[in-house]
């Protein structure tokens, strides 16, 4: 994919390799783009290059970072180098300039050679400059999604260990920062706030989401979240067009709380994906709550327990995995003394919200979730290809 505008990819430490997270950014960048009906010829993505070498090369690049969880560390530290090398080369051209000036002013006593030596360095110093200065003007914008800021701000220990996560990154007329979020998302749960600094750290522009509605899954969903995430990454890689036009549009206006900077198609994708995530959500719920349930009703009695690792089919399973003391107490009424019966019934509480859970993740969430986001998809192009703008 070459073109103009560089998706940056930065992974995380609980992520796969960095190739196999690069295919699903490819893959879901793909279905965005011909959902949107973009050429695929005018983005390219990348992991793992460095921010100079790629404005360096093209000046007029557009670059978007798109970080994960412990990646946007990386990315912060990126750019705070970036503010904090501006600063020092800026005050080193100024030193370097005024040297020149003085070694060419009348009263000077300085050999030609020193002389060129000087404008060298400064020549020297302000490429660097300029190196520094392009690479925060090719940078549009850094995404970061299921980011672990929030720990570097607020644990103590890591900020008395990393001072560089207080340094101040470029400001957002520079580099436009979003940070997208959702409730369910163990590693953040919550809108990123900077930490009061001097000099003042920008903060960013907090979106909240919906990946899957679950603890379990929601801090790597972001990878699948076509509506949220990679349409959003879409339009901030250039996707101004006129083929884009018709999911823009005019903003629905104050009066819907949700989307109150949102057109009303892309109000339809939004909605789309919720209405097909509340039935997700709902069965999550429940199967959650099946664990406090079948943990008390097992306490309460040791028939109550076999009854229900009987009707779970779990002495079955437990056989399977050779675990023959849960299978024998599944058998047999009585027998066990007070430890043995804790074990029985918190393995019995957590082998039904396991099995509960892994019928819920296959069915739901491989399959009917699937099909239904399939088309929907489909859909949602149809309209965009009967309604959109004719020049477009």
């Given at each position: ?27 879901k ?103 520094e200065?392009q690479t ?106 006129k ?42 719920g ?18 109550i ?32 003394i ?43 192009t ?11």
């Open positions: 994919m070459d073109g103009k505008s560089v998706l940056l990819v930065v992974h995380g430490m609980g992520d796969a390799a960095q190739g196999s997270t690069l295919r699903t950014s490819v893959s960048l793909l279905e965005a783009m011909r959902l949107r009906m973009r050429d695929k010829k005018t983005v390219r993505v990348e992991g793992g290059s460095d921010l100079r070498k790629i404005a360096k090369n093209d000046p007029d690049i557009r670059i978007v970072i798109l970080a994960h969880s412990t990646g946007n560390l990386i990315v912060y530290e990126a750019l705070a180098e970036l503010r904090t090398n501006s600063g020092k080369l800026e005050r080193k051209k100024e030193l370097a300039d005024t040297r020149v000036q003085d070694a060419a002013s009348p009263g000077a006593v300085s050999m030609p050679e020193a002389r060129e030596e000087l404008k060298r360095e400064a020549a020297e110093i302000g490429e660097l400059l300029e190196l200065r925060i003007k090719s940078i549009e914008t850094w995404v970061s999604i299921g980011s672990v800021m929030s720990l570097a701000w607020s644990t103590g220990v890591v900020r008395e260990s990393n001072p560089k996560y207080q340094r101040p990154i470029p400001t957002g007329e520079e580099i436009k920062w979003l940070n997208l979020w959702t409730t369910f998302d163990i590693a953040t749960g919550a809108k990123l706030a900077p930490p009061d600094a001097a000099p003042t750290i920008p903060g960013p522009m907090n979106l909240r989401v919906n990946n899957f509605g679950s603890i379990a899954l929601d801090h790597s969903g972001y990878w699948d979240n076509i509506e949220e995430v990679y349409l959003l990454l879409l339009e901030e890689l250039g996707g101004r067009d083929s884009n036009d018709f999911w823009r549009g005019e903003p629905v206006g104050k009066s819907h709380k949700r989307y109150p900077r949102r057109s009303e198609h892309e109000i339809k994708d939004l909605r789309s994906r919720e209405g097909i995530l509340q039935y997700s959500m709902l069965l999550n429940l199967v959650w709550m099946s664990l406090p349930i079948t943990l008390v009703a097992s306490a309460l009695d040791h028939d327990a076999r009854t229900i690792a009987q009707a779970a089919q779990l002495d079955h399973i437990a056989a399977f995995w050779n675990l023959d003391w849960f299978t024998t107490a599944t058998n047999q009424p009585n027998g066990m007070w430890w043995q019966q804790i074990r029985y019934f918190v393995v019995t509480g957590f082998g039904v919200f396991a099995l509960l859970w892994g019928i819920w993740y296959f069915v739901m969430h491989k399959i009917v979730w699937n099909i239904k986001i399939s088309i929907m998809r489909r859909l949602r149809k309209d965009f290809r009967n309604n959109r703008p004719a020049d477009a």
